[in-house]
C-alpha cells in the first residue's frame, strides 16, 4: 500500500535549522508532485512548499522564502524541506502530499491524493 512518512521534527531555538524527510513507499511517486503543508494551533492547514515531478520546479509561500528549501529524490522515493532560520511562527505540524496536480507560490490546484502522518516542529523565543 502506498504510504509517505514524515520525519525529522523537533523543538528548535529560535533562528536554528531542522530538516524535515518524506519517505514513500508501496509505489513510486516520481509521476507525482509533492509538498508540504502546515498547521498551527487554532489555524486551518496552510501551504508551505511544492515540487513538480522531475524537480524542476519548486515552489513556496511568501512567509518561507529564502529560508525553506524542498527538494526530492526520485531514486530513493523520498522528499525533503530543509527549514533555516525559523521563527516561532513556523511553529505546526508539518505535513507531506502527494499527487497535487498544479502548483505554485500560492497553493496547489489538488488536495492531494497521499498525506503522511505529520511531524511536529515547534520553535522556542
Known amino acids: 500500500q502506498a504510504q509517505l512518512v514524515e520525519s525529522g521534527g523537533g523543538l528548535v531555538q529560535a533562528g536554528g535549522s531542522l530538516r524535515l524527510s518524506c519517505a514513500a513507499s508501496g509505489r513510486t511517486f516520481r509521476g507525482y508532485s509533492m509538498g508540504w503543508f502546515r498547521q498551527a494551533p487554532g489555524k486551518e492547514r496552510e501551504f508551505v512548499a511544492a515540487?513538480?515531478?522531475?524537480?524542476?520546479?519548486?515552489y513556496y509561500t511568501d512567509s518561507v522564502k529564502g529560508r525553506f528549501t524542498i527538494s526530492r529524490d526520485n531514486v530513493k522515493n523520498t522528499g525533503s524541506l530543509q527549514m533555516n532560520s525559523l521563527k516561532p511562527e513556523d511553529t505546526a505540524v508539518y505535513y507531506c502530499?502527494?499527487?497535487?496536480?498544479?502548483?505554485?507560490?500560492?497553493?496547489?490546484?489538488?488536495?492531494?491524493?497521499?498525506w503522511g502522518q505529520g511531524t511536529q516542529v515547534t520553535v522556542s523565543s
Open positions: 502530499a502527494a499527487d497535487l496536480d498544479t502548483c505554485s507560490d500560492y497553493g496547489c490546484s489538488k488536495k492531494g491524493d497521499y
Open positions: 515540487i513538480v515531478w522531475n524537480g524542476r520546479y519548486k
